[in-house]
């Protein structure tokens, strides 16, 4: 055994010195985490913080102390501030302490999770099970982290390609006179839905955008009638992205009716349940997403509602067969073995285009042991009581207005006043200055809406209460400008 470092090791010189620094490191933010509250959600960047990151490329060593010191000071400051429990935009998890300490280990193992025969991949296998368990998913199901659900709604588009034209396509491209497919989705689908055909070649022109009904769900019959026209037109519908969870206004289309459209016209039937499909961990929200368990693929993040550390994105198929045969690749240097590290095929990478991956089963994995389904499924069902508090409120006061019936955990409002969309939108921008609460802003059948998205297990009535009284005082001296 060696028992000195080489010379070109990039591991430290003092062990015990870099062992302290560490531990404050770690200690800066648990302290950030357990005192966020004192924080504003978000605080706007100084020029003099933005300049010092323009800096040239270093040639020299400079010590750790001093790039944490620059974290410290420049740069967890000004974070979008999503751990915060005031933080009401978009659609964004806030992570958990546990997810934060796995990440840091899964960091010091740097496993790459593309395959070989590693504990590690068991791991994600292990999530890959509890996900078919949690769905009503059969044995014969394949599951895969990914980035995010822009790149599972892509991957299940690929999927479906490949099972509609046959694998022949991945050689032959979609040059070679195939049938021409066709896609469906809805009005309130996310966009990654279109960039998913535009990314498959198949074109957003092959995808069908179907009205909504008055509670933001995709109409059924208009999609009957699309899929029909289609056909009178020699086209092949072959997809249908139904939505659990939409980003505007967490509507969840009917699932159940989608599956049984989709069966009736041998379809894919696709969920884009990006946020929602989590909500299978509360009792009281799982019958809202009935159906969802007929699905052909199921696209999802655990970042969001599931509360667990950016990136864990998820695509889970119910035909294992059919998602290898969309993504397979042999290759002489990814040869699999029956014993040694080659072994245990089929891989991670045989079910997506990422050959190299991180581990971001553990800290997905730590998040559901540590805090179980049960614990997990009171912040969605909180969440979403948190939501319904905030609707009755808004709906009980003269100068606010709410725009779309609240589904699960999105409320969308806004200000009544003579100019409303001028007034919401100053007014949002005025919020996330105030440090207090930032929600983020749509457009509901034209009109500006303050869209607050409740997601964070942290945030509590009293958050509810800031949101809206600075709203009401806000509101009212922009109003009369
Ligand atoms: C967030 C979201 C997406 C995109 O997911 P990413 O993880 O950001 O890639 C897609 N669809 C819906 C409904 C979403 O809420």
């Given at each position: 055994m060696i028992d000195k470092a080489t010379p070109?090791?990039?591991?430290?010189?003092?062990w015990s010195a870099f062992r302290a620094q560490s531990h404050r490191m770690l200690d800066d933010m648990l302290d950030y985490i357990q005192n966020?509250?004192?924080?504003?959600?978000w605080q706007a960047i100084p020029d003099a913080t933005r300049l010092r990151?323009?800096?040239?490329?270093?040639?020299e060593s400079s010590s750790l102390e001093d790039a944490h010191a620059s974290f410290m000071n420049d740069i967890l400051p000004y974070?979008?501030?999503?751990?915060?429990?005031g933080f009401m935009g978009w659609v964004n998890g806030g992570g958990t302490p546990v997810g934060m300490v796995a990440e840091m280990i899964a960091a010091g193992l740097?496993?790459?999770?593309?395959?070989?025969?590693?504990?590690p991949v068991e791991v994600e296998r292990q999530v890959v099970r509890w996900m078919r368990e949690l769905f009503g998913f059969p044995e014969t199901a394949s599951g895969i982290f990914v980035t995010g659900t822009s790149m599972a709604n892509l991957m299940a588009v690929l999927i479906a390609r490949t099972g509609a034209l046959g694998m022949s396509v991945r050689a032959?491209?979609?040059?070679?006179?195939q049938p021409r497919l066709v896609a469906y989705t809805s009005d309130?689908?996310?966009v990654c839905i279109a960039q998913a055909m535009d990314l498959s070649g198949l074109?957003?022109?092959?995808?069908r955008h179907i009205p909504v009904n008055a509670r933001h769900q995709i109409d059924l019959g208009a999609l009957q009638a699309a899929i029909d026209a289609d056909r009178q037109a020699g086209l092949q519908p072959f997809f249908i992205a139904g939505t659990a969870?939409?980003?505007?206004?967490g509507a969840v289309d009917d699932l159940a009716a989608l599956a049984d459209i989709a069966r009736r016209e041998a379809m894919w039937f696709h969920v884009d349940?990006?946020?929602?499909?989590?909500?299978?961990?509360a009792a009281d929200v799982?019958?809202?997403?009935?159906?969802?368990?007929?699905?052909?693929s199921l696209a999802f993040d655990f970042h969001k509602w599931g509360?667990?550390?950016?990136d864990a994105g998820f695509l889970l198929v119910r035909d294992g067969a059919r998602h290898l045969e969309a993504f397979a690749a042999p290759a002489a240097y990814l040869r699999r073995e029956?014993?040694?590290?080659?072994?245990?095929?089929?891989?991670?990478c045989d079910f997506g285009p990422d050959l190299s991956r991180g581990f971001r089963a553990l800290k997905t994995w730590m998040t559901i042991k540590v805090h179980g389904t049960h614990r997990l499924g009171q912040v969605v069902s909180e969440t979403c009581r948190l939501a319904r508090v905030l609707a009755a409120r808004i709906e009980a006061h003269p100068a606010l207005e709410l725009l779309a019936p609240v589904s699960l955990n999105i409320v969308c409002f806004r200000y009544r006043c003579d100019d409303p969309d001028r007034v919401n939108r100053e007014l949002i921008m005025d919020l996330h200055e105030s440090g207090i609460v930032a929600p983020s802003s749509t457009t509901i059948d034209g009109a500006i809406a303050i869209r607050a998205a409740i997601f964070n297990h942290r945030t509590g009535e009293q958050d509810i209460d800031a949101l809206l009284s600075t709203v009401l005082s806000l509101g009212a001296s922009l109003s009369t400008r």
């Open positions: 070109t090791s990039l591991d430290p010189e003092n966020i509250r004192e924080r504003p959600v990151f323009q800096q040239a490329l270093p040639r974070a979008a501030g999503n751990a915060h429990p740097n496993a790459n999770l593309g395959g070989r025969n590693q504990m032959d491209g979609l040059q070679t006179g309130a689908a996310h074109g957003t022109a092959a995808l969870g939409t980003v505007n206004t349940g990006a946020y929602g499909a989590l909500g299978m961990l799982a019958p809202r997403l009935n159906g969802i368990e007929r699905c052909d509360q667990v550390q950016y029956a014993r040694g590290l080659a072994a245990g095929s089929p891989w991670p």
